[in-house]
């Protein structure tokens, strides 16, 4: 994916007890894999709030994280290819 879309930096979320409590961006990515495959779990060193939600340092959360991107890289050829090689893959 970062070959052909622009990343503008990545997002994580963190969920505790099953539930979304909101997320972070980050300009560089902590790891390797990415979205669900890449969950990992994690213990907070600090108190952590977003909107109305709270969560103490010591509680363990489970983190997922996914990049952010933008416009397809290239010049207006190349974004007609991109495009129309996606939707070969989708049609047959």
Not at 42 to 66: C, F, I, P, Q, R
Request: include cysteine.
């Amino acid at each position: 994916m970062d070959k052909i879309f622009e990343t503008f930096g990545y997002h994580m979320d963190i969920m505790y007890q099953n539930k979304y409590y909101g997320s972070i961006k980050l300009e560089t990515p902590d790891r390797e894999i990415m979205g669900y495959c890449g969950r990992k779990e994690m213990v907070l060193t600090e108190d952590w709030s977003y909107k109305n939600k709270k969560l103490k340092a010591g509680t363990k959360v489970v983190t997922e994280l996914y990049p952010l991107c933008g416009k397809i890289k290239g010049d207006f050829k190349k974004k007609l290819e991109v495009l129309q090689n996606s939707r070969i893959v989708y049609n047959n």
